[in-house]
């Protein structure tokens, strides 16, 4: 069994800036085949979307959101088995929840290559 841990979550204003965590945990024979975390995020009414992947080996990133282009970095600490996800100037429209998940095999860019999720943590931005 595999458990993604996310945190760092929160309300700021426009302009202000937040780092979000996800911890890796369970089994070494199940964490080991993990090749990629992604975060995606989840605003109200409309579909989850991918905003960055990282290779958990490469160290290869993914940027599917243009809308974060230049002010979200994904990194990560092997040793901690911990994905980042730096967003500077938030602004209203990054609310959403915010989701970290990991995967195996398959495009990094198709969430339904993800087989583990966590569950999620809140980013709310508003003046």
């Known amino acids: 069994r595999v458990l993604l841990a996310e945190s760092g979550g929160g309300s700021v204003q426009p302009g202000g800036s937040l780092t979000l965590s996800c911890t890796v945990s369970g089994d070494s024979g199940d964490t080991g085949n993990i090749r990629f975390v992604g975060w995606f995020r989840q605003a109200p009414g409309k579909e989850r979307e991918l905003v960055s992947a990282?290779?958990?080996?490469?160290?290869?990133?993914?940027k599917s959101n243009a809308a974060v282009k230049d002010r979200f970095t994904i990194s990560q600490d092997s040793a901690k088995n911990t994905t980042y996800l730096l967003m500077n100037n938030l602004k209203i429209e990054d609310t959403a929840m915010y989701y970290c998940a990991a995967g195996r095999l398959g495009s990094w860019s198709g969430a339904q290559n993800y087989d583990y999720w966590g569950q999620g943590t809140q980013v709310t931005v508003s003046s």
């Open positions: 990282i290779g958990t080996v490469s160290g290869n990133i993914q």
